[in-house]
């Protein structure tokens, strides 16, 4: 850059070219308080996720993880703080949040839990076709489409016309995220989504959590396969005692824990 003359005299006025103003992150959490019956279970937990950004949470049961990630998207209702979306709060009143805000707020975080919940008595196609014709109005014909992609995205289309109680618990979890997919969202959230799996099954859930990760989908992560964390996150933030202990990149927390709370757990879980 040419060193101009008129702005020399001022040496506070900074002659580089202006920072841009940081991103608005997709997502942010400020200083979510929750309590149940009076019991503080996450301390004013502040984060920020940008676009296609993948977080893993990690940390001891009971740490609050579950309860974080169920605060996005409004399984639970902050006992105070915000939830943004796009530098917007989701939701008017943090506290009371109207149907309508739950419905926006649902159709952009979808969420994938440890159970599947899946119809039984509605097969593979019916059960990943069914929410999108409640939810967005989608014709029959649309959403079986729709279904159809999805379910050839995490290799089931062979299974569409299953009951889900044929497949195995790693294709019913695969199914789950297509269920969810389906509906568009633009925030993915996973609660331990291969803790009821076995090792192998487990490996086809990640498999297709790590492609949708590499297509850019915004993801939070609660997860107990710590080699997933440490391999796909771009972000690993370590909980415990409903507070965020640390974070930061991957091979930093895994690598080098800065606290003595992380370096304990990451001792204890390693080392099973
Ligand atoms: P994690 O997912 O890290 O294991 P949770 O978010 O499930 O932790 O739980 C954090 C704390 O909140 C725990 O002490 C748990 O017992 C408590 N808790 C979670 N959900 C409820 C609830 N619905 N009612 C009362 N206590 C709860
Ligand atoms: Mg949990």
Redesign the pocket.
């Known amino acids: 850059m040419p060193v101009t003359t008129e702005k020399k005299a001022d040496p506070v006025v900074n002659n580089s070219a202006p920072t841009p103003a940081p991103p608005t992150p997709q997502l942010e959490l400020r200083d979510i308080h929750k309590e149940?019956?009076g019991v503080t279970?996450l301390k004013d937990v502040s984060v920020q996720v940008a676009h296609g950004e993948v977080v893993a949470f990690i940390?001891p049961?009971?740490?609050?993880?579950?309860?974080l990630l169920r605060c996005v998207n409004y399984l639970e209702v902050p006992s105070s703080g915000e939830l943004l979306l796009e530098g917007k709060p989701a939701v008017a009143v943090a506290s009371k949040p109207t149907r309508q805000e739950l419905i926006a707020l649902r159709r952009q975080v979808g969420m994938v839990f440890q159970g599947f919940n899946l119809f039984p008595h509605l097969s593979v196609l019916r059960n990943v076709a069914l929410p999108q014709e409640r939810v967005l109005g989608r014709s029959k014909a649309e959403a079986e489409t729709r279904a159809m992609e999805l379910l050839e995205r995490v290799g089931l289309a062979n299974k569409a016309d299953a009951r889900p109680t044929r497949c195995s618990g790693g294709q019913q979890q695969r199914i789950a995220i297509a269920r969810a997919l389906a509906l568009d969202p633009s925030v993915m959230l996973f609660d331990e989504p291969t803790s009821a799996l076995d090792p192998e099954l487990g490996g086809e859930v990640l498999a297709v959590m790590q492609e949708l990760a590499s297509i850019g989908m915004t993801m939070l992560v609660?997860t107990h396969e710590m080699s997933f964390a440490r391999r796909v996150s771009n972000r690993t933030v370590f909980?415990a005692d409903g507070a965020i202990v640390e974070q930061g990149p991957p091979e930093q927390v895994f690598g080098a824990p800065q606290h003595q709370r992380t370096q304990r757990f990451l001792e204890a879980v390693l080392e099973r």
């Open positions: 149940f019956n279970v940390g049961s009971g740490a609050g993880k579950s309860t609660v909980m």
